[in-house]
């Protein structure tokens, strides 16, 4: 290549650089006059009392909303100045002229949404988050996969939203007395298969009573082993069929396993959720109370000890809901909208 | 009323109180035998390796199962026992004994309904808070109100959801930025009818400016100002118009003055939201992460002293969204199907 087609070549590019450069910024100057021309008629139509979103010399406001569309150092500067012109609009009484000045509003949402920086949005999804949560599923019809894990505060009737939940989807549902006797079938049948091993022990200097239990536990401490049993048999159980799931840091285990499910956090305000343990159990307020934050703070030490997550936290789940704000039956309905099953 | 017939309604109320007891012991009795039976045939028919629910004798399986029904001292030990035999029966291959059994399993959940305590079901179900979450109206087509209050952590796109959300409901939409600016015109408003007043001063030891400012602030200082200021603009707009509302403790400030209404908190893991600032401001991880955490601990501060609630705490909104799960398109989805407008 001659030295005379490297300049060229330079030439032209620094050409293109100008010219997309200068394009930019005309681009930002006629969009600021669209939005600046919008802001003027609307007030003008609606003779508002909070008066229009420019005021002061015009070609000043038009160099300030240009250069903010060009150079956008804050997306939601932009974005906020534009709603303001759209507030404003909507307020419009009369019809023909509300349509007609919202069709411009959005054909200027329109424009930015084209810009190379928009407002400035970047998305927050987290791709190894929403690929696991079947509640995105609805997109892909394929896969009919639903493990619903529910954690809940005492007293929230998460675990009655969660068993009608089971019944209206009609999928298993798994609670910690049930988790309690799956434990107890698997470690009798861990036991059985080290029976049938007939191991001699007889010449070692070991107890055979330790020798199983050790077996059954991995060699754990009994509280870990259970732990570890019952995330064995939750991904057994993820493995074959679909179901709810109450508690047992069932959200983090599947996540860490990679299997697809959503994780909804469901408490109340404590006052109600008192009340209502109180009247459950025909105990003192007080009481109900004392019950309640104890068996909370067992719950949160367990989650903290095998997830070193903190629970209740709302960025640990999917989706958290106040169950106070919709009662048991809403509370059901409305995750069935979430998981798009409501039709 | 003469002693035999004082005598005559004691024994009438006794044997109503016995025969009462006596059919609920019945009662209790004969569905623990529907239950041990279904059971019984589940495990027959599923030929299980997990075993039947019920072992050992039956008389005292019974017995122990209508006990429980009857005393009912914690519903949800009823219900794991329950559930476990519905799990077992969606097991069974065989099509017809399937639909057969969980006739069966649903006949008896239908029964234990209808128990006076059922499986010691309360309603969690706060009518204060419920009668003001819009999300429920619904089943009201008479009122259409749609007031949305976002609040978000910083990075959590909160801002984006909540304007793309307006923008798709045709809402209002409000942030600080538009607030601030509200606020600044609500004092212009007060500082001409200050002056319209044209109170002469001069012969008072007062500073007209001070006396200005005194009337603008409601005497209180400017920050809390501020705050009395943005509630009362909220209030003013909850009167004339739908819109959705970004921080500013909108959700409390509504609550308190029974305005109709959705909360919806919106977070993210902190990773993620230090990574989206990251990109968004072109800063490195480790000043994103720095900012995010300032700009929350001053938000919830706020939160804290003009609410005296915790900012954050899922118990005190009627929703949280996880945004990291669902990306700002589907969150925007997510929250049309709570309330209702997906459609």
Known sequence: MSDNNINNIDNSINNENKSSNY????????????????????????????????????????????????TNPHGYLLRSEVALVGNMARTIKDKEAKSKFMRQYNDILNEIAELPHGFGSVDILDTSISEL?????????????????????????GTDIGFALADKLRLNYYDAEIFKDLVIRKDAEKDARWKSKKIDLS???INPEKARRFSRNHGLPANDAA???????????????????IGRCADVILKNNNIPHVSVFITAPVQQRARRIMELEKIPYSKAL????????????????????????????????????????????LILRVINRDK
């Open 23 to 70: 394009d930019a910024k005309t681009i930002a100057y006629n969009l600021a006059k669209k939005i600046y021309e919008l802001d003027s008629n609307v007030y003008e139509s609606v003779g508002s009392e909070l008066g229009r979103v420019f005021i002061g010399d015009a070609d000043k406001c038009l160099d300030k909303l240009s250069a903010l569309i060009y």
């Open 227 to 245: 732990f570890f049993n019952e995330s064995e048999i939750l991904r057994e159980l993820a493995e074959k069929e679909d179901f709810i799931v």
């Open 290 to 333: 004392k019950r309640l934050v104890k068996l909370d703070k067992k719950r949160e030490r367990y989650y903290k000890f095998y997830t070193n997550n903190i629970w209740g936290q709302a960025y640990n789940y999917d989706l958290c809901i106040n169950s106070a704000s919709y009662g048991i039956d809403e509370a059901v309905n």
């Open 133 to 157: 949560n079947v509640s995105n599923f609805h997109r892909n019809n394929n896969d009919n996969r639903m493990i619903i894990c529910i954690s809940r505060t005492e007293g929230s009737a």
């Open 203 to 205: 010449h070692e200097m």
